[in-house]
């Protein structure tokens, strides 16, 4: 058995590193060196017995007993945490309003809910669903305790979360055989772009890289832009947490270089009060346990649903 003592820098290390996707930016994450992260990481490995983590093409990867450590490593965090708001509990009460994307509201906010009645029972949230302009505007004029979105000019903004962008193509398309299409790949492609959400971002990114493409229609509803893909309209671009388990006729590749939409925990000017701080972290908890879709997942047609549903 090792005598090394599992401390709880290494154990935020782990959870760093694996969330932000890398070394540097775990480290900037925990306000520590990169050389201490690799040394943290070093002894909780010696202290388990067994390597954590793989690096390959540039990310990090966790080994089987990996996912195993970090799970523990994440109910340890969240234990201490509970230990230490049990004090101030009693001020924790009353209604949050929080403001946030249609993708947070859908994928985290059930999550979220859950932890928020096993924590704080005296919580009430009040969600504001709605674009990220609209998140903006209401966390500008105070109407939102605090919002998530993908606009933070103006306001005080602090990282949330990193949404990878994938792309959405047709079952028969011609490029559906590889297993990750270049941003090269989609010139002169013809597009069903988003209206709002990631599509003001996909068109900058496209349009930064010198690629040229050919938007046939922009629309605002997710099942339309599913529905015109699966018909051959036309890809899209869209972050993960935008697209469901099971879209019929249709599948999804990672793009590279690798990108992504970035999301912001967002207030305005005065502090933001002990209940709203606790939704906060609960969104943030919610996030981290989040399964992200995975590239090797079987996407359902519409008569493979029913089947599998029956």
């Known amino acids: 058995m090792s005598k090394i003592h599992i401390n709880l820098t290494m154990l935020r290390a782990l959870i760093a590193i694996v969330e932000e996707r890398g070394f540097s930016r775990g480290a900037d994450r925990i306000g520590v060196s990169q050389s201490a992260v690799s040394h943290a990481i070093r002894g909780l490995e010696l202290a388990v017995g067994s390597p954590l983590i793989e690096r390959q093409r540039g990310n990090v990867e966790l080994?089987?007993?990996?996912?195993?450590v970090i799970e523990e490593a994440r109910n340890v965090l969240q234990a201490i945490e509970r230990l230490r708001k049990l004090g101030h509990d009693k001020n924790v009460c009353g209604?949050?309003?929080a403001g946030i994307v249609a993708s947070i509201s859908s994928r985290i906010a059930p999550a979220a809910l859950r932890?928020?009645?096993r924590n704080f029972p005296d919580i009430r949230?009040?969600?504001w669903e709605g674009t990220d302009q609209e998140v903006h505007e209401w966390?500008?004029?105070?109407?939102?305790?605090?919002g998530i979105g993908g606009?933070?000019?103006h306001l005080h903004a602090e990282h949330f979360m990193e949404d990878k962008l994938r792309l959405l193509l047709p079952?028969?398309?011609v490029l559906i055989a590889q297993e990750a299409i270049s941003l090269a790949d989609l010139q002169g492609a013809r597009f069903v772009m988003p209206a709002i959400g990631c599509g003001p971002h996909a068109d900058a990114i496209l349009k930064s890289s010198g690629i040229d493409i050919d938007v046939i229609v922009r629309v605002r509803e997710k099942e339309t832009l599913f529905s015109m893909v699966r018909s051959g309209v036309g890809v899209a671009i869209l972050p993960e947490l935008v697209l469901p388990t099971a879209v019929g006729g249709c599948a999804s590749r990672p793009l590279t270089p690798s990108l992504s939409r970035m999301l912001y925990l967002l207030r305005g000017d005065a502090d933001i009060k002990p209940s709203a701080a606790e939704v906060a972290e609960a969104f943030r908890r919610a996030c981290s346990s989040f399964a992200?879709?995975?590239p090797e997942e079987t996407i359902l047609g519409p008569d493979a649903i029913s089947e599998t549903a029956a």
Request: aromatic share 10%; no cysteine.
């Open 115 to 117: 932890d928020l009645r």
């Open 171 to 173: 079952e028969e398309h």
């Open 139 to 146: 966390v500008k004029n105070d109407l939102i305790d605090f």
């Open 63 to 68: 080994t089987t007993i990996g996912v195993k």
């Open 151 to 153: 606009v933070s000019d």
């Open 125 to 127: 949230l009040d969600i």
């Open 292 to 294: 992200f879709y995975s």
């Open 95 to 97: 209604t949050v309003r």
